[in-house]
């Protein structure tokens, strides 16, 4: 009778009924009466392939989890910036009212002064508006929703509710050309008061350079004049809409504009 060993898928089965003698992983054949044994020997180890290629980073990668070495330019905080004409929404008109006083024309003839100075400071594809109230009409509800950054790329503030929960800092509060607004000029008209909302002194709604009329302002260097109820959108009353009243208090008639979009 002839044994024999059994190979099955690379593996040495070792049939004690049939009489294969097996050793680690040698396989003896004892076909031959076992004068003439043949050992053949399986290689049971892994050799890695030989064209294995190391994976390396290239060398312009940041180091993984190095946050530190990524920056968002998206935010813009740099005064150098050559694009802040662009990226402003927000400033103090660089002139007065003129001889006009508190007659601007009403809401409309106040967001043209706006349009049109930002056209000229190359922002003028957004929206602006007045920061002004009147009957019925608030100011924060014209400005849009934020954020609002100045001519050289300083927030102004987040959104609505930021804006009037505390002062912009003098330094920031800007003509649209960038330059500070004088401190004899420092009355803003605004008509509102310190939330946002309709005060009832708006020169008629803006259309009045009388002196019997009034206009709520604000100051935009609040936070200088050492007057803790001072605030950028509301300081004082004016002592009246003719430009003389306003000019006597501090003020020449400027106004904020902010871009909805």
């Not at 330059?179 to 509102?192: K, R």
Request: proline share 4%.
């Amino acid at each position: 009778m002839k044994r024999r060993g059994i190979l099955v898928l690379g593996a040495v089965v070792c049939g004690v009924a049939v009489g294969v003698a097996c050793s680690g992983s040698e396989s003896t054949d004892l076909s031959d009466g076992g004068t003439s044994p043949t050992t053949t020997s399986t290689s049971t180890g892994t050799t890695p392939p030989t064209n294995t290629v190391p994976t390396t980073p290239p060398v312009d990668a940041a180091p993984p989890g190095d946050a530190s070495t990524v920056t968002d330019s998206s935010t813009p905080t740099d005064a150098s910036r050559t694009d802040a004409g662009t990226s402003m929404s927000f400033f103090v008109t660089s002139t007065g009212s003129g001889n006009s006083g508190g007659n601007l024309g009403g809401l409309a003839g106040a967001d043209t002064k706006c349009q049109t100075l930002a056209t000229a400071a190359g922002a003028g594809g957004r929206t602006w508006r007045a920061y002004l109230s009147i009957t019925g009409t608030n100011a924060r509800d014209r400005i849009g929703t934020g954020p609002w950054y100045n001519q050289k790329g300083a927030m102004i503030a987040a959104n609505v509710a930021a804006l009037h929960a505390t002062d912009i800092l003098a330094v920031n509060a800007i003509d649209e050309t960038g330059a500070v607004v004088p401190t004899n000029q420092h009355d803003i008209l605004t008509g509102t008061n310190a939330d946002g909302t309709a005060n009832a002194a708006t020169c008629n709604g803006w259309t009045s350079n009388a002196g019997n009329q009034t206009g709520f302002l604000g100051h935009n260097d609040s936070q200088t004049t050492g007057n803790n109820a001072d605030r950028w959108n509301n300081a004082h009353v004016s002592g009246g809409c003719s430009q003389g009243a306003l000019t006597n208090t501090g003020g020449s008639g400027r106004i904020y504009c902010f871009a909805t979009n």
